[in-house]
C-alpha cells in the first residue's frame, strides 16, 4: 500500500526548508533507512532517510523549492502501484516566485555577493551552491535559463552566463569589496528606489530570536580589560607546533577553557533558565556555543563537554564545525545543548560590546580584538596586550556581583595561562 512520506518535524524550531538534492528518482527502488533527500534548513542541512522499503512512485518537490513541515515529500509503495489519490507535483505559484526572489536578496548580504531581483517572472531553480557561485560570478539567476532536470540551473549554466553590469561593477570596487570571511550590510540598488526585503532564512530566525531575548530577558552587562601579554606569548610558542599537526591555534580554546573554570565554580551561569516554571536548571555537562559568522548570518555551533578536552581537541573541533557552519554543513545535533555561549567580535574589532543572550541560557561573553594599551604593571607603565571581555546575563537569574566574581575568575586564567595546566585537562 503506498504511503506518504512528510517532511518531518526536525527540531529547534525548523517550520520549512529547500530541497537541495534528490538521491533517487520516480521508479527506483529504495531501503529502510537510505537518505532520499538532501533539505536545507534555516539552519543545516539534513538527510532524510526513507521510512520504509518500496518504491518510488511519486516525488513530490523539486530541487531548489520550499516545503514546509508536514508536505508531503515523496510518494512510497510497491512497484507498478496506482496513487490516483495522492496529491500531485506542486505547482510553482506566484507566491513561490515571491519567496524564491525573496530567499535570493537574503541570501545576497553583501556588496560582493548581491544578485539583484529581476522584473522577469522566471523562477530560478537552483541548488545552495550554484546561487553561490553565481553570486560569486555575479550573475543574476532569473536572467540564466536552466538546462538541468525541470529547468534546474546547473554550475555549467551559471559559468556560461554574462554577469549582471550593475553587479559586475561592484565587484569590481575594490574600496567596497569585503573580505570574504566578513558579511556586510545588505546593499539594495538606489536607483530603483525604496525596497521592500523581507527577512527570510537564517535572519528571520535570528531576529525572531533576538528580539523574544530581549523582550523577554532583563539583561545587564559587565566589561574590563584582560591583560593578555603571557597568552599572546604561550600561544606564539605552541602554534607552530600545532600547525604541524594540522591544527589552528587561535586565543578562542583559552577563553573556553578559562570559562569552563569560572561555570564549575559558579554553576548558576552554566544553567538554562525555564521562565514557565520559574526554575533554573543546572546543567551537569558544559557545552560552549561558539558564534560563527556566515555569509547567511549567524551560526552557533556547540563543542560538547569542553571540560574533558584538551585546548587542542578544542582548538581543532572550533576549525572544523566553523567550517562546517560556513558551507551550512552542520548536522542539527552540532547546534543543540549549548549550556553557555562565547561571540568572538575580536576578528572584527571593537572594544566592548553588549551581546545577546541565547535563550534558554543565562549569559553569554563576548570576547574582542586584543590591543597594545599602556597599563601599569609592577609598579611601571608598560605596554601591554589587553583584550576587552564583556559578560551579559540574566539578571532574573543572577546578580551584578555574581557576574563580577564569574568574570574575575575568566580574566585570572586568562592573564596568568598556566592555571590552566593546574586546574584542567
Known sequence: MAKEFKFPDVGEGIHEGTIVKWHFKEGDAVKADQTIVEVETDKAVVELPSPNTGTILKINHTVGQVIKVGEVLVVIGESGEKIDSIPTLKTITEKNVVENNQIERQHSKSVSEITLPSSSSHVPIATPSTRKLARELGVD???VKGSGPGGRITDDDVRTAKPSNQVQQSISSPALAPQKSTPSPMVVNSEEGDQRIPLTGIRKVIAQRMTYSKTHIPHACGMDFVDVTRLVAVREKEKSSLAARGVKLTYLPFVIKACTVALRKYPSFNAHFDSEKNELIAKKAFNIGIAVDTPDGLI???????????????????ENLAALARERKLKLEDLKDATFTITNIGSVGGMFSTPIINPPEVAIMGIHRIRDMPMVFNGRIEARKVMGVSLCFDHRVVDGALATEFMNVVKQHLEDPDLLLVEMV
Request: glycine fraction near 0%; charge should be neutral; hydrophobic fraction near 50%.
Open 300 to 318: 552557533v555551533p556547540v563543542i560538547k563537554n569542553v571540560e574533558k578536552k584538551s585546548i587542542m581537541d578544542i582548538a581543532s573541533e572550533i
Open 141 to 143: 539567476l532569473s536572467l
